[in-house]
């Protein structure tokens, strides 16, 4: 009899321990698949609170680039404006220059000429003025308006014709100056030769 509670024993023995040691391995394989799976959802909770901290920062971030780009193009509109306004007035100031002008041209020459000068200065002022507004614009990464190219073009032009004006104008003014003194010079050898 105890042959056989000693078979008995190890055939149960076996059987427990096939049973049981599977048992036992599938229990240790859920608890570290349940502690990996646990680890994998902190892992992603962490990833997805970086990637929210990182979107709030980007969104912060395109707020304020928004808000610099509102202001900026709020003084750029501003600073167009102006350039506009300054444009028309120098427009409408140019037309009365020339009137004028014109009006001293016919009245006197020789406060044509002082009047063409200060109406060249005049010209050279706006005309930095311009160029400092479009360097402005350029430099804020803003493309120049064609009012402001259109009026530095027209202003380069003004001072060009004015200038060629003024240098033809002195090349006259200096011949007749020399005919007047050979004149003059003549005469008043004519008078010494007369006898008194």
């Known amino acids: 009899m105890n042959e056989v509670l000693v078979a008995a024993l190890i055939a149960l023995s076996a059987i427990c321990a096939s049973t049981i040691a599977p048992w036992i391995m599938g229990r240790q394989q859920n608890r570290n698949a349940e502690e ?37 193009a709020a003084r750029t509109d501003e600073v167009a404006r102006v350039a506009e306004e300054a444009n028309r007035i120098t427009t409408a100031k140019l037309g009365e220059i ?46 120049p308006t064609d009012v402001a190219i259109s009026a530095r073009a027209s202003t380069e032009q003004a001072i060009e014709d004015l200038t060629h004006e003024l240098e033809q104008r002195a ?26």
Do not use: W, Y
Request: glycine letters at 2%; proline letters at 1%.
């Open 98 to 143: 020339k009137q004028v002008a014109d009006l001293t041209h016919t009245l006197v020459n020789s406060n044509m000429d002082e009047e063409k000068k200060k109406t060249l200065d005049g010209l050279i002022r706006e005309h930095a003025f311009q160029v400092e507004l479009i360097d402005l614009r350029t430099t804020l990464g803003q493309k």
């Open 36 to 72: 990996m799976e646990k680890r994998a959802v902190a892992r992603e909770k962490r990833a997805d609170a970086r990637q929210d901290k990182v979107a709030q920062q980007a969104a912060r971030a395109a707020k304020l680039l928004k808000d610099d780009s509102e202001e900026l």
């Open 171 to 196: 090349l006259k003014l200096s011949s007749v100056q020399e005919a007047t003194d050979a004149v003059d010079a003549s005469a008043k050898v004519d008078n010494q030769e007369l006898p008194s």
